[in-house]
Structures are given as structure tokens and as C-alpha cells.
């Protein structure tokens, strides 16, 4: 009895420190175990007294109840810990608040290409246009061919092209293509624009890009003049640049206009006195355009004799430099978040 009775004080005190969960098991087979006291009371059990065997074999019961109990209600705490103990250690951090998120999130925005493209488009729209996409990949073809530019015409030159192997397809060199499958798609009257990013094989500098970004322009219809060339391409200047512009059109030459204009604005820094900007002219180069060769229209599955029509191609990039006084037009694709971060919308 004596034996019993000190045996869950002395269990009670070594439960205590104990944090692991190895040393819980030992602890509980030192004292209930089969070489353990208690084991050892039962054993000697057998050379008591009826009355001994029961009062002290309720007493052995009992005891090894209350330590099963504590031994119960330790384990589940240092299970517990160990959980914690471990989510501790693998914690992931989703809160990402540094470096490169962030900055990428305060640059969230427009690049100041498409903020000048959604103007455009949207101010082309109030203008009954439709917006049309073509390929960037396109063939011989839509690129030159049907454009008025046979193989063997020297206008080729003029537009360093990239070829694919197949010495059949390449990256389109003009939005101009965007014309071609348009005409095909619909019947006069019609006018639409087709914005999209262009490729030549140039070198690049302050103002050469071999990715640039344009965008083509066409009416097609009964009585099209170059009256309404003019109107149109007033009216968007002036909603463009938030002020009344003056233009000029020189001939130009580009195969698949006749007559083909270069449209010139009155510059807006020096208001054609003459400045860095103009070259000293007082005009700035900014649209070519012109009416469509009846070459093309034909290409296009129209009757020139009965249907003619306007084009333009638009150099987005100069507009936005101009706009935004940008001197240097390989910023527009330096992906620096320094320099995309101030155009944020509007
Ligand atoms: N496609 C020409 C180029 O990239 C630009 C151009 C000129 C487009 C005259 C036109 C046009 O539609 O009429 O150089």
C-alpha cells in the first residue's frame, strides 16, 4: 500500500518537465508497464489475503487510472505543440508586400502606346469607323502583293522585312494588310481602322524601332474625296492634340495610293515659326495617306470603276512622344516600371 500510495505523487513530479513525447512513453512504462512497481504489487499479489488482494488491487486499479488519465492529458498537449511547432516551420509568407509586386502593383496601368490607341479608337468610333485586328504573322501576299508591291517592285526596299524560312510568311512590315482583309470581309460602303504592332529589320536608335505600333485607316464608297481624307484626319488631330490643328498635304509616294499625300501638321511647340521639334520647318511629318489604288480595291474584290475610297497609316509611337514629349522611343518597350508607372490612365 505504502508502495501505491507514493507511486502517482512520484509520477506526477516527473510528468512534469517533460516536453517530448518519446520520454512520455518511457515514463508511463517505467511506473505501469510489466517491469514496472506496479506490476511488481500485483505480482506479489498472490501471497496476500483475501481481503489485501482486495482492497490493495482497487488501490492498484485506481492508481493506474489516474495515471493513464495524466499520461491521456499530457499526450494530447505535446501532440498539440508539436502541430504548432511544425506549422511554425513551414509558415509561408502570402503577404508578399516587398520588392516586385508592389512596385508592379503602384505601375498598374496603361502603357502610353495603348492609352493613345483607345483614344484613337474610341474617337474613330463616334465617327462610324469599325476596329478591325489582323495577323502579325501574315504571307507575301496581304504584306506586299495585293498592296500594289509585286516582287519585283523597288518599293520593296523600302521596308527592311523579317521572312520566316519558308521565304513565304513574315512579320508584317504595315498595318496596311489589315486593309486587304478588310475589303474582302464587307461590301461598300464601309470604313474602318486596324491598329497593331509592326516589325521591319532596322537598327535601332532615338527614333527607329524594329517593333513599332500603327494604325491603318480606310473608307471605302460611292463619292469618297480627298475632302473627306482632309475632314477626318483634322478631326482627329484636333480631338487628339485638344486644339484646333492646322494641316498641309505634299505628295507622297506609297504603291497602294494614287494620288498618295504626306500630311503634315503646323507644329504645335512653335506654331510653324520654326523649332527644334520641326527641324526648323515649322511643319511636322505625321500621317502619310492618300486614295486607294484601283489595284488595290480590285485585290480587295471591289469594281474601282464604280467604289474608290481613302487610307492612312498612323505612327502611334511618334504621337505618343510627341504628346508626352518622349525623347526616346526604345523607352516604349524597356519594360522600366519607372517609366511605364507615369502613364497611369486618361
Ligand atoms: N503602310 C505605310 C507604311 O507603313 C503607311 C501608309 C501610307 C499607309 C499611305 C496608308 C497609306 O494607308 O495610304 O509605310
Redesign the pocket.
Known amino acids: 500500500m505504502q508502495v501505491l500510495e507514493s507511486l502517482l505523487n512520484d509520477f506526477t513530479k516527473e510528468l512534469g518537465p517533460i516536453n517530448k513525447i518519446a520520454d512520455l512513453l518511457n515514463l508511463k512504462a517505467k511506473y505501469i508497464g510489466k517491469q514496472g512497481p506496479l506490476a511488481d504489487v500485483m505480482k506479489n499479489l498472490k501471497d496476500a489475503t483475501p481481503e489485501e488482494k482486495r482492497t490493495i488491487g482497487a488501490k492498484a486499479n485506481e492508481l493506474k487510472q489516474s495515471i493513464e488519465a495524466l499520461f491521456s492529458k499530457k499526450m494530447q498537449e505535446l501532440e498539440l505543440a508539436d502541430i504548432n511547432a511544425s506549422l511554425e516551420k513551414d509558415k509561408v509568407d502570402i503577404s508578399l508586400t516587398d520588392s516586385v509586386m508592389e512596385k508592379g502593383l503602384q505601375a498598374a496601368g496603361y502603357h502610353p502606346v495603348t492609352i493613345i490607341q483607345q483614344e484613337i479608337e474610341d474617337i474613330f468610333i463616334s465617327m462610324g469607323f469599325e476596329v478591325l485586328d489582323g495577323p502579325h504573322i501574315e504571307d507575301d501576299y496581304h504584306n506586299f502583293e495585293a498592296l500594289n508591291i509585286p516582287a519585283t517592285h523597288p518599293a520593296r526596299d523600302?521596308?527592311d522585312t523579317f521572312w520566316f524560312a519558308d521565304k513565304k510568311h513574315l512579320l508584317r512590315?504595315?498595318?496596311?494588310t489589315i486593309?486587304v482583309r478588310g475589303m474582302k470581309e464587307r461590301k461598300p460602303p464601309f470604313r474602318f481602322v486596324g491598329p497593331g504592332k509592326?516589325f521591319r529589320c532596322e537598327r535601332t536608335d532615338a527614333s527607329h524601332e524594329m517593333v513599332f505600333h500603327?494604325l491603318?485607316?480606310?473608307m471605302v464608297g460611292e463619292n469618297v474625296s480627298v475632302g473627306n481624307l482632309i475632314y477626318f484626319m483634322k478631326t482627329l488631330l484636333t480631338e487628339i492634340f485638344k486644339k484646333e490643328v492646322e494641316v498641309r498635304l505634299r505628295p507622297?509616294f506609297?504603291p497602294?495610293?494614287e494620288p498618295?499625300f504626306e500630311l503634315d501638321i503646323k507644329c504645335l511647340i512653335c506654331g510653324g515659326k520654326g523649332c527644334s521639334v520641326c527641324k526648323q520647318v515649322g511643319w511636322v511629318e505625321l500621317l502619310?495617306?492618300?486614295m486607294?489604288h484601283p489595284n488595290v480595291l480590285k485585290a480587295g474584290g471591289i469594281d474601282p470603276e464604280k467604289y474608290n475610297g481613302?487610307?492612312?497609316?498612323l505612327g502611334l509611337d511618334r504621337l505618343v512622344m510627341m504628346r508626352y514629349g518622349i525623347d526616346d522611343i526604345r523607352h516604349l518597350h524597356g519594360a522600366d516600371l519607372r517609366f511605364n508607372s507615369q502613364f497611369k490612365s486618361f
Do not use: L
Request: glycine share 20%; hydrophobic share 40%; aromatic share 16%.
Open positions: 523600302m521596308q512590315t504595315h498595318t496596311s486593309q509592326v500603327q491603318e485607316g480606310m507622297g506609297f497602294f495610293v498618295g502619310p495617306c492618300g486607294v481613302f487610307a492612312f497609316g
